[in-house]
Structures are given as C-alpha cells and as structure tokens.
C-alpha cells in the first residue's frame, strides 16, 4: 500500500489519529495494542494522549518500536521518556505495559522481549500465526541518518527474528539498543510516522522517493502486508519531498 502523507502544523495533530486507531480496535477487540517510538519527536503527541477523554486505558497495551540498552530510569530510556510524557498520567495498569528491558544485557533483553511478545500473542492474538501480535498502531520516528526504531542504514534488511540487538552511534544516544524488525512492524495494521524539523527532510525524501534502496532506507523495509502507513510530517520535514 502506498504510503500516504499528511503534512501537519505539529505532531501532536497525529493524536487524532492515533486515538482513532486506538478506540476501532477497541469497538472490535478486547484489548487494543499500541507501540511507541523513542526519541523526542512523538513527546509532545504522547502529551496530547494523556489528555484524550476517551479513551479507555485499563483495555489498552503499550510496547516499544526500540529501547536503549539503559535502565528504566536513564534519562537516555525511551520508557522514561513516555513516562514521563504519557503512562504517569493515564489509567494504565503495570500489566498492560510491555517494556523492553533496558536493565538486561542485551541477549537478556532481547529473549525477554521476544517472550512478551509472544505471550501475549497466545493469550490476546490467539488466530496469528506468528509468535508476536498483529499490533493495532505502530509509531516510529526518523532520524537524520534515514534510521527507523533502531533499524539503521547498513543493518541486515533480511531479518528473520522479531526482536534484535543493534550497536550504532547517533546523535550521543545510548548506542547498544534493542529493536523491533520489520517482520513484526510489517504485521502490523496501522504504523505512523512521525518526523518533524528540516534536518529530517533529506532522509525524508530519500525514504519516500522514487529510489528503492531499504539497506540504505531503512524506514523502506515498513511495508505492512495489511495494514497502512501515514507519514505525518512538519511543513519543515516535508520541505524537499518532491512536488511536495
Ligand atoms: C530511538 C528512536 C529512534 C528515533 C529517531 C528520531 O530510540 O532513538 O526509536 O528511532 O525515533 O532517532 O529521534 P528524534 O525524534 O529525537 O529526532
């Protein structure tokens, strides 16, 4: 499916579509599932999550696109910062969060990981056929290097685990991660990108042109079989889209 691009005043205008996503799965399902990006670009979304009335927290379960290798509270932690943002002021019962364990040395964190997923796939999921669940709303961001979760330029494209351990340098961050991969976020029914600022709009326009190179776009690898991808970007981010 082609990805659709809305060009937004801010992120936090994406809330919209995110508590959408959130409230169809729950008038179709038990439970709804939502994975939260890191970085600082989805913050100021998380926020307006947290104010949303209507949505109903205690049938909703939060996961990671990725996480530091650091403790729960690292200021380098990606929980941390949704925290701190969005769980410390919503309804959310401990169960219902599935952090990636950023304490653990990273096969640990990696076969934990991969163990939630799979535990709650049995248990919520109980027609998917893969040990992970069909998440109902992915968010990822995009860093200047065309990376996504920490799926970065280079990495093996062709993974056939759903969770894995990276190493890379960006930007002075925690550089031992843990990462979804592409067989899990292209499970997935709705993934939304989120990117804002003009130091993103090259890696933008890389990954949305006409060049098919996912080992160098990393963010080209998320292609759901079933499910849609929205880019919400800045006018900022989205400056050198062509005939954008
Ligand atoms: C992480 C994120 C990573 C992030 C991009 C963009 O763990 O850092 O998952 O993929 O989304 O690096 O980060 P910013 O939103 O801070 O620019």
Redesign the pocket.
Known sequence: MTPEVRVVANIAAAAEYVVAALQAALADGAVATLVL??????LPLYARLAEAADLDWPRIHVFW????LVPPDDPGS?YAAAHEALLRHVSLPEANIHRIKGELEDVAAVTDYAEQLRGFAQRYDADCPSPWPRFDIVL?????DG????LFPGSPAACVVPVMAVTAE??G?PAR?VTLTPIVFNHARRVAF?V??AN?AAAVAAALGPERDPERYPAQRIEPEEGEVVWFLDRAAASEIKGG
């Open positions: 990006a890191g970085g600082a670009t989805p696109g990725d996480e530091r990606n990822l961001g995009l860093g200047a990376h996504t979760a920490s960006y930007d961050r991660r989120l804002s600022g993103k």
